[in-house]
């Protein structure tokens, strides 16, 4: 596997509610001229994960930004009205990005976890990512805490025994 440190969401910059397949979005990035697909994994508006371009592979999907990265798109992003970006997330699409976003954390090694938006001036993917499903603060800061509080409550523990004697 190569190296990877950062997952970026996309939308498919498609009409609230339509539904578009892979196979139409690699259609469409190969008619650009590209080898396949420029995301790593699409999820359809029923929460269904559909793989892209394989992981091993550099993306295409932010410039300058898809060597160390996976690229992931939800089917949406635009209203009805086919131009205004909007979060058109589906309950089960935002379930779904939330697990494959932990799983990328987990499995992939990703430790930073943006959208689009933070590279260009595109409203791709019209959420937030960092306040949405972005990485609230590192792991490991939760896990010494925990061993914080658990020498305190050592300590007290102790300081109570001692005092009952
Ligand atoms: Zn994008």
């Not at 997952?7 to 008619?31: F, N, P, Y």
């Not at 999820?43 to 300058?64: C, E, F, I, N, Q």
């Not at 976003?101 to 959208?115: I, L």
Request: glycine share 10%; with cysteine.
């Amino acid at each position: 596997m190569r190296p990877i440190n950062e997952l970026i969401w996309h939308c498919s910059a498609t009409r609230e509610s339509q539904h578009v397949s892979v196979s139409t979005i690699r259609k469409g990035h190969m008619d650009n001229g590209w080898s396949d697909i420029g995301y790593h994994k699409v999820v359809y508006l029923d929460g269904s994960v559909h793989d892209g371009r394989p992981m091993t592979k550099v993306g295409a999907h932010v410039k300058g930004h898809n060597t160390n990265t996976l690229g992931y798109c939800y089917i949406g992003g635009v209203a009805k009205d086919g131009k205004t970006a909007k979060d058109t997330r589906t309950p089960e699409q935002k379930v779904t990005m939330e697990r494959l976003t932990r799983e990328a954390v987990r499995d992939y090694g990703v430790t930073k976890v943006s959208g689009h938006n933070q590279y260009s001036t595109k409203a791709c993917p019209s959420f937030n990512v960092r306040s949405d499903i972005g990485l609230k603060g590192k792991p490991k800061a939760h896990w010494i805490g925990r061993v914080i509080l658990a020498i305190i409550g050592a300590v007290v523990a102790l300081f109570v025994y001692k005092k009952r004697k």
